[in-house]
């Protein structure tokens, strides 16, 4: 922005600057699915996984295996109805 740069230039090197990569989500994912990451961190990672059909791929498994659990299909959780 001070820069007055022509704008494709500037917003490459911001996208790189937010870039994270596949490790780093893959190392979030669990706080992503369960909501405990920041905002800003949250963030990236979502937009990681729109660019990214692997990680896409995934989450989408790792997501439904945890909604199996907590609809009660794991044994240790549901059995001793604590
Ligand atoms: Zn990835």
Redesign the pocket.
């Known amino acids: 922005m001070s820069q007055g740069e022509p704008g494709s230039a500037g917003a490459s090197l911001e996208l790189a600057r937010r870039w994270i990569?596949?490790r780093e989500?893959l190392e979030s994912l669990y706080d992503y699915l369960d909501g405990e990451l920041g905002p800003a961190r949250e963030l990236r990672v979502a937009r990681?996984?729109e660019a990214?059909a692997?990680?896409g791929a995934r989450v989408r498994f790792e997501r439904s295996f945890l909604q199996a659990i907590r609809r009660g299909r794991a044994p240790s959780a549901a059995a001793t109805g604590r």
Do not use: F, I, Q, R
């Open positions: 990569g596949c989500v990681h996984l990214c692997a990680c």
